[in-house]
């Protein structure tokens, strides 16, 4: 309770202590007056006086209570202000730039080196002490300020050359507008803190200089091995060699691989680190780029009699800002430890484009595989430098500890992020985000440039005509290849409804339609295409050949229903293929 509060319980106290006694006065009178008659009334203001001394009694009591409390409230103050690890003082003001202390702590004192008598009554602006002068030209900055913007509190750090220290200040105003300072020294702190930012700027530099060092010296070394290769290659072109001699040399370009693929794992690590490692965007084949990396990986897997399956949704771009030589090297690490750590079943790629804009789109590459997997504590190693998951000396599995580590910086240099789900012993899949920018180009004639059409030999007219219905891009390299080999033209449309604008539009001897396709399927195609003969009049018939992958009973009975003429099952064989396409063609 302040002191206000106090004296003001004792003036409450003895106005009662007052007005009981007159009380008292009046009943005494008025029954000597009034006789035996008025006893009741004597008796009724005697009630009233007992009522007013007890409520006196009581609220003197109750000051005395409040006013030990507030003593012993106050001294406790005054203890933690005097033994506070902090300086505190509080200051008034006296004129309109002149301040005086009131009161300081040991610790307030001891900062600033003063004492009592260099403040006591005076103004600290007209202190013999130089401190004391200046403690009152930034008392009187922060306090205006604090008027300026409304405030009631100011924090903020100031350093004291002559005393060479640094202290973290706050001033705050109290209901009686003094002006109360608490004052932290962090002069050590800050000493630390540079002291700290210097040493690693330094390490940065040395590590900086470490990895150009190691950059050049993974390039000088690369050069000579691929020279090595080079000539290992040169040499096994040749038809000459002993079986043991091409084993050796065959043996010998297989370290030399795994030495370059250290090598450039190094060189692209520390070009990183470096902060040399740059992305070049161009215009790019997303299609493509995915497609040929896969290619590259086929017949690792197939070594390893493991499927491997590429998926590209059908709404991908044609043309995409990016740097084509990045994706590949993401795609190609994902896709080698895919098929590294996975002996059973196969890898699948995924590649879907999710549009954010007209002209941005998201393009999302998930590789998942039927491998080891990776337990939940073990995640936390794949994107560590020079970590692995299995460290031990018998571990299986080799590399350096660098290519997820380099994928994961590539990737977020692109703007990209990286993320992966995994099962121990039921494998895993990792999901990788790129932004990129749809280049739009202008109209011109889709039979020139339809991006979903590419042909082989369409003009020869001394070959059998084959029109292809396939979406899966793999697949379509798959039947490209074969029918090149047995020497048919061909030209292949990804969905149905772009086969039958080609039928529209050309001759053909045959087609290969494949019955499940986005857009629209082979069965709906096939009818498309035998309403256009109807109209035509019936002359003209084009044999259209079923390809599926249901090779179920029945199936075989609902596609000839559909009005094709044949069946083929995938997956593809070229000796079926053309003993069909023969059956149903005179050339």
Not at 124 to 141: C, F, G, K, V
Not at 255 to 282: F, P, Q, S, V, W
């Amino acid at each position: 309770m302040k002191g206000k509060d106090v004296t003001k319980g004792y003036s409450q106290a003895m106005l009662g202590l007052v007005l009981g006694t007159v009380a008292a006065i009046l009943c005494a009178v008025v029954g000597f007056v009034l006789g035996p008659d008025f006893l009741w009334l004597c008796g009724l203001l005697g009630v009233v006086i007992a009522v007013l001394l007890i409520w006196s009694v009581m609220s003197v009591m109750d000051m005395k209570k409040a006013a030990s409390n507030a003593v012993v409230e106050s001294r406790r103050f005054a203890k933690v202000f005097s033994d506070s690890p902090m300086g505190m003082a509080q200051a008034v003001r006296i004129g309109p730039s002149e301040y005086q202390l009131i009161d300081t702590n040991a610790k307030f004192r001891q900062y600033f080196g003063i004492i009592p008598m260099d403040y006591d009554g005076i103004s600290l602006s007209t202190s013999s002490n130089e401190m004391l002068r200046l403690m009152n030209a930034w008392i009187d900055a922060f306090s205006q300020n604090m008027a300026n913007d409304g405030s009631d509190v100011q924090a903020f750090e100031i350093t004291l050359e002559n005393i060479e220290k640094t202290f973290n200040t706050t001033i705050f105003m109290d209901d009686q507008q003094h002006i109360n300072l608490v004052v932290l020294d962090v002069t050590e702190q800050k000493e630390a803190e540079e002291k700290l930012s210097k040493a690693i700027e330094e390490a940065n530099a040395a590590y900086k200089t470490q990895g150009e060092f190691l950059a050049n010296m993974s390039h000088e070394i690369r050069t000579p091995i691929n020279g090595i290769l080079g000539m290992l290659q040169l040499t096994l072109i040749s038809n000459d060699l002993t079986t043991e001699i091409r084993d050796n040399l065959e043996t010998a370009k297989n370290c030399a691989d795994t030495l370059l693929r250290l090598i450039n794992d190094i060189l692209d690590y520390t070009k990183l680190e470096a902060g040399k490692y740059k992305i070049r965007y161009t215009e790019m084949d997303i299609r493509e780029v995915i497609e040929n990396t896969v290619n590259l990986q086929r017949p690792i897997a197939d070594n390893k009699n493991l499927l491997l399956d590429c998926q590209i949704a059908a709404n991908a771009p044609k043309i995409l800002i990016g740097d084509p030589q990045r994706v590949e090297q993401v795609l190609n690490c994902i896709l080698s430890n895919a098929i590294k750590f996975t002996t059973n079943g196969g890898v699948r790629v995924k590649v879907a484009f999710i549009e954010e804009t007209p002209t941005q789109v998201r393009v999302r590459i998930a590789v998942a595989d039927s491998g080891i997997g990776i337990s939940d504590a073990d995640k936390e190693k794949l994107f560590k430098r020079f970590s692995q998951v299995d460290s031990s000396n018998t571990r299986k599995f080799g590399g350096t500890g660098l290519g997820l580590v380099i994928t994961k910086q590539i990737v977020e240099l692109m703007n990209g992020t990286i993320q992966v789900q995994s099962k121990e012993g039921i494998g895993s899949t990792f999901i990788i985000e790129l932004p990129m920018e749809v280049v739009v180009k202008e109209e011109v004639d889709e039979e020139v440039t339809d991006a979903s059409i590419f042909s082989m030999g369409s003009n020869e007219s001394d070959r059998i005509h084959v029109l292809i219905a396939e979406d899966e891009p793999v697949n379509q390299q798959v039947i490209g290849k074969l029918l090149g080999m047995a020497g048919y033209a061909y030209d292949i449309a990804e969905n149905g409804e772009a086969a039958v604008e080609l039928f529209k539009e050309r001759k053909y001897d045959v087609g290969l339609f494949d019955v499940q396709m986005p857009v629209m399927d082979g069965l709906e195609a096939t009818k498309r295409i035998r309403s256009i003969e109807a109209q035509r009049g019936g002359a003209e018939h084009l044999p259209i050949i079923a390809v599926t992958a249901r090779a179920m009973f029945g199936e075989k009975e609902k596609i000839l229903e559909a009005k094709l003429d044949d069946y083929v099952a995938k997956p593809y064989v070229l000796e079926d293929i053309v003993a069909v396409i023969n059956k149903y063609t005179q050339k």
